[in-house]
């Protein structure tokens, strides 16, 4: 049965509000829009020039495409960028949560690509936004040019320890347990995002109606079925999952995936190491 992400229309305008505080640190000219599609509004920041190639931005669980902020500037000199807040998500699209087991969120993802006038286009998530991708990618590849994909969390079993302190989190989303839950995920080494980042994470925390939607572990045949032109990058120090194991399973199912492990990165890469990500998916995109 589907649920609604926002605990109350309080809680949402709370998260719309930290939304119009996080857009003030988007430092490039951007525009919103809504899109309709059988799934529900889906919202979307527009930047960057038309004539470069598009690139289509899936951002992590539990928060929206204000993500991107330390990676826009940087994405936005190669590449038309359409950041998507994902149904479902603490963003400003319908809340209405679908299924991870079934095909809606790759079927939405379509409506959207349409919706956008994309026949094809490069795709970019990170966490549940790459697990997002991979189900897109593996469905629909004639609509992929090249894939990346960031921290998934669906590549293995996750962490107990990792699952209960992300339960702990959502339960009891205090300013203090938001921050530490942050803290357990990232790297020590990292570089630590400004503080009206994690105040915008702490909102969202505390709007937050608790997911109970599980996210299936991608078994090996759907890894082999991968475009050839994907780069998976993890963080060395991620907790989500064996980083060991996970690069294991793809080079055995997936060996025409590139693999790119980020020292001093857990598992908010793009944010933890922003220069360092930034390096390494041009090089992939092969553009310098």
Same mark, same amino acid.
């Given at each position: 049965?589907?649920?609604?992400?926002?605990?109350? #229309?309080?809680?949402?305008?709370?998260?719309?509000?930290?939304?119009?505080?996080?857009?003030?640190?988007?430092?490039?000219?951007?525009?919103?829009?809504?899109?309709?599609?059988?799934?529900?509004? #889906?919202?979307?920041?527009?930047?960057?020039?038309?004539?470069?190639? !598009? @690139?289509?931005?899936?951002?992590?669980?539990?928060?929206?495409s204000t993500m991107?902020?330390?990676?826009?500037?940087?994405?936005?000199?190669? *590449?038309? /960028?359409?950041?998507?807040? /994902?149904?479902?998500?603490?963003?400003?699209?319908?809340?209405?949560?679908?299924?991870?087991?079934?095909?809606?969120? !790759?079927?939405?993802?379509?409506?959207?690509?349409?919706?956008?006038?994309?026949?094809?286009?490069?795709?970019?998530?990170?966490?549940?936004?790459?697990?997002?991708?991979?189900? *897109?990618? /593996?469905?629909? !590849?004639?609509?992929?040019?090249?894939?990346? @994909?960031?921290?998934?969390?669906?590549?293995?079993?996750?962490?107990?320890?990792?699952?209960?302190?992300?339960?702990?989190?959502?339960? *009891?989303?205090?300013?203090?347990?938001?921050?530490?839950?942050y803290r357990y995920?990232?790297?020590?080494?990292?570089?630590?995002?400004?503080?009206?980042?994690?105040?915008?994470?702490?909102?969202?925390?505390?709007?937050?109606?608790?997911?109970?939607?599980?996210?299936?572990?991608?078994?090996?045949?759907?890894?082999?079925? @991968? !475009?050839?032109?994907?780069?998976?990058?993890?963080?060395?120090?991620?907790?989500?999952?064996?980083?060991?194991?996970?690069?294991?399973?793809?080079?055995?199912?997936?060996?025409?995936?590139?693999?790119?492990?980020?020292?001093?990165?857990?598992?908010?890469?793009?944010?933890?190491?922003?220069?360092?990500?930034?390096?390494? *998916?041009?090089?992939?995109?092969?553009?310098?």
């Open positions: 049965m589907s649920t609604k992400a926002y605990k109350s #229309t309080q809680a949402k305008k709370a998260v719309m509000d930290s939304y119009s505080l996080m857009l003030e640190h988007w430092e490039v000219p951007f525009q919103e829009r809504d899109l309709e599609t059988s799934f529900g509004t #889906t919202h979307v920041i527009e930047s960057g020039d038309k004539q470069n190639p !598009p @690139l289509v931005l899936l951002h992590g669980g539990g928060g929206n991107w902020f330390p990676n826009i500037v940087a994405l936005t000199q190669h *590449f038309k /960028i359409y950041a998507v807040d /994902i149904v479902g998500e603490m963003g400003k699209s319908d809340d209405t949560r679908l299924s991870y087991t079934t095909d809606d969120y !790759p079927n939405w993802l379509g409506e959207v690509f349409q919706e956008l006038s994309l026949s094809h286009s490069n795709l970019l998530g990170t966490s549940l936004g790459a697990t997002l991708s991979i189900q *897109f990618a /593996i469905r629909t !590849p004639e609509f992929i040019d090249q894939l990346v @994909l960031v921290a998934p969390p669906s590549l293995e079993k996750m962490n107990t320890g990792f699952i209960l302190k992300g339960l702990l989190s959502a339960l *009891f989303p205090t300013s203090s347990i938001t921050k530490s839950f995920i990232t790297s020590p080494n990292s570089i630590q995002p400004p503080a009206w980042g994690l105040e915008d994470q702490v909102v969202r925390s505390k709007a937050q109606r608790l997911n109970t939607n599980t996210i299936p572990v991608v078994t090996e045949e759907d890894l082999s079925k @991968l !475009p050839e032109s994907t780069l998976l990058i993890l963080g060395k120090d991620d907790r989500i999952y064996s980083i060991d194991a996970a690069v294991n399973k793809v080079k055995k199912a997936a060996p025409q995936v590139t693999i790119a492990v980020i020292e001093n990165a857990g598992h908010v890469v793009t944010v933890e190491q922003p220069e360092i990500f930034a390096k390494t *998916f041009f090089e992939f995109m092969n553009v310098s």
